[in-house]
């Protein structure tokens, strides 16, 4: 993958544009009439041509297109940044007159641009990825409160938005991988699910061997909770790359040596020598302190995404969520099964990354956006043109003081991707993060707070994916 230096500098090149974008379009569903739709389509296609650079032929291989436009790159953006970046908003007479001048001056060089592919490339190319936007969809983990993501997921299938991409980390990398089993959103599909699971049915006391997972006190048994609705018309597991929508889990690698403490201290974490008064609290305080400790050293760690190349598409995608859900000390999840596939995946994968653990990836990325655009930016699916949605809600919460502190952690850990998040919805109104198996009662709570608290957004967020006109030739 690109280094993150790599992924600022293209994310710094393109943004101005974006967020040009973003505050037309923001400003056109605030006030519609102030501008006609042929002149905002005008003024969208300028700012999305001027950001175009390689494209894929229809014959193979990829056009770059960036030395010819980058004339009009400067155009745009000497004339149409200042006016719709103004303080306060669009400067809109300006922006209206400038709309008939940018309309003919990106005819001329879109003209110019599919000449210098030599045939490669048709005008109808070049207009799908100035016009057409790929939706990409980040979960961020935090337990139950990712239960409220389940509202967007509605909201989007109401408004008719398919996302293109999925990313996702711990919980919330499970919830994405049930959007991800079928191209169109199906809310029976998690019932059906969850409607006979218990925490006792999810997770066991017990000791077991730990082979590529760190040793916890509970044992997370995935598969035999959900494995039956993640299979593939001839019945095997999906893997990661077989999914409907593409799926990018992020986990975390423990390196050799890099852990503050023996493995054995995860082991017995939540061990009670003496279950008295206050033993909950005395197990959640140690807990707390452990997860802390790793979550401030969390660059001694390698940050992996599964489901980013050809290899880890090949993963399980059961044990790809299962491992991102692995909570240092908590839980632990491991591929202890006979499956030889499997085994050699992941000895491959540690053996690349140089590591010996795998757990949760919220200690590294708690909302990998960064991963996800990057990969959209390596022309993964097809179109370089994308807008990222961000769903977390383990932000720090007076409402939630026990968790304050690790909301805090988890905050600096998401503030690395907010650059790479279109719109972040932040979810205050969530579950507590312990209930990881509500009720029928809580999800359906859970999920109508999700849509009360991302609906205000959802004008803006349909009027930037959905396809405008290019202009007439």
Known sequence: MSSDADLDRQRDALRPFEEAEAALVRSVVSAPAWISEADEAALRYALNLARVGRLPAPGGGEVDLGPALAPFREEVRAAALPALLARGGPERAEAVRLASGLRLRARVFR??????????????AVDREVCEKALVVVAGGGGGVVW????????????GLAPRLLAGT????????????????????????????SFRSLFRFLRADARYGLPA?????????????????DGEPLTLGQLPVPLLVAVTGIRPGALPRDPSYYEHLLDLPDPGAGALSRMLTEAFRAVGELLVQRDRFARIYLGADEETRAFDAVDAVGFSSALPGVIHYDVLREDERMHRLLAGLLERHGVSRLVDGGLVDNLPARAA???????????????????????????????FGLGQLAAQNVARNRPFVHLHRSFQRVLSPVEIVPSADQRRRAIQEGKAELHPDMPFLARMVRPFAPPPA
């Open 111 to 124: 003209s110019l641009a599919v000449r210098a592919a030599e045939g490669r490339l048709p005008p109808a």
């Open 217 to 233: 006190a509970l044992r997370l048994y995935l598969r035999t909770a959900i494995g039956d609705f993640l299979r593939g018309p």
């Open 148 to 159: 409220s993501y389940l509202g967007a997921f509605a909201l989007l299938e109401h408004y």
């Open 170 to 197: 711990s919980m919330g990398a499970v919830l994405l991988l049930f959007r991800a089993r079928r191209a169109r959103w199906h809310a029976d599909d998690v019932d059906r699910a969850v409607s006979g699971l």
């Open 373 to 403: 655009w990057g990969l959209v930016q390596r022309g993964s699916l097809g179109t370089r043109n994308a807008f990222v949605l961000g769903l977390e809600g383990f932000g720090p919460k007076l409402s939630q003081p026990l968790w």
